[in-house]
T-cell receptor, first 118, second 112 residues
């Protein structure tokens, strides 16, 4: 597609429930990133893939968070046993280049998934 | 941990006025990007600055990267209601490090 697509747009989960958030990057984009954005804050890095390889997962808050990109295209962010503090917007971004922070191509972000844990 | 502080956090001004948003850090960044985010949408890249002292213009928006590459500013001339949104600066700690460190954000409202 023309942009980065995320689904679902909204998810309400009961505390303790597992959730899976999907990201369809722009076709051919090598790099894929997940960010977490709390209300009124800037996004915070969670994890980064280059094709199917997860090169950095240092931002994942706990071992309840798991991300995968098995075929180097679609990615899924899974959160097990959700807690209220997991409530946030989860943003996915992709980039054609390997170092999107240093050029004008930059990241293309999806519209995000708003997760509310009740 | 490298932090980017933005100021002001909130800004509400009349259409036609000028404004400046600041992005400051105690750390050096190899490059810095500015994004604008609308409600319910992801951030959209406005500009990337790479060289210390660099100035880039995008219509009524002027971006500057500090000489020491620790700070940046965004100046908007003759603000319009369409400029309303959340402005985010984001830094790359060093070349080859792909993850962005985002600033705290400035929520700008332009009153018609």
């Amino acid at each position: 597609g023309a942009g980065v697509s995320q689904s679902p747009r909204y998810k309400v989960a009961k505390r303790g429930q597992d959730v899976a958030l999907r990201c369809d990057p722009i076709s051919g984009h090598v790099s894929l990133f997940w960010y977490q954005q709390a209300l009124g804050q800037g996004p915070e890095f969670l994890t980064y893939f280059q094709n199917e390889a997860q090169l950095d997962k240092s931002g994942l808050p706990s071992d309840r968070f798991f991300a995968e990109r098995p075929e180097g295209s679609v990615s899924t962010l899974k959160i097990q046993r959700t807690q209220q503090e997991d409530s946030a917007v989860y943003l996915c971004a992709s980039s054609l280049v390997l170092s999107p922070g240093t050029g004008n191509s930059g990241y293309t972000f999806g519209s995000g998934t708003r997760l509310t844990v009740v | 941990t490298q932090l980017l502080e933005q100021s002001p956090q909130f800004l509400s001004i009349q259409e036609g006025e000028n404004l400046t948003v600041y992005c400051n850090s105690s750390s050096v960044f190899s490059s810095l990007q500015w994004y604008r985010q609308e409600p319910g949408e992801g951030p959209v890249l406005l500009v990337t600055v790479v060289t210390g002292g660099e100035v880039k213009k995008l219509k009524r928006l002027t971006f500057q990267f500090g000489d020491a590459r620790k700070d940046s500013s965004l100046h908007i001339t003759a603000a319009q209601p369409g400029d309303t949104g959340l402005y985010l600066c984001a830094g790359v700690p060093y070349f080859g490090n792909e993850k962005l460190t985002f600033g705290t954000g400035t929520r700008l409202t332009i009153i018609p």
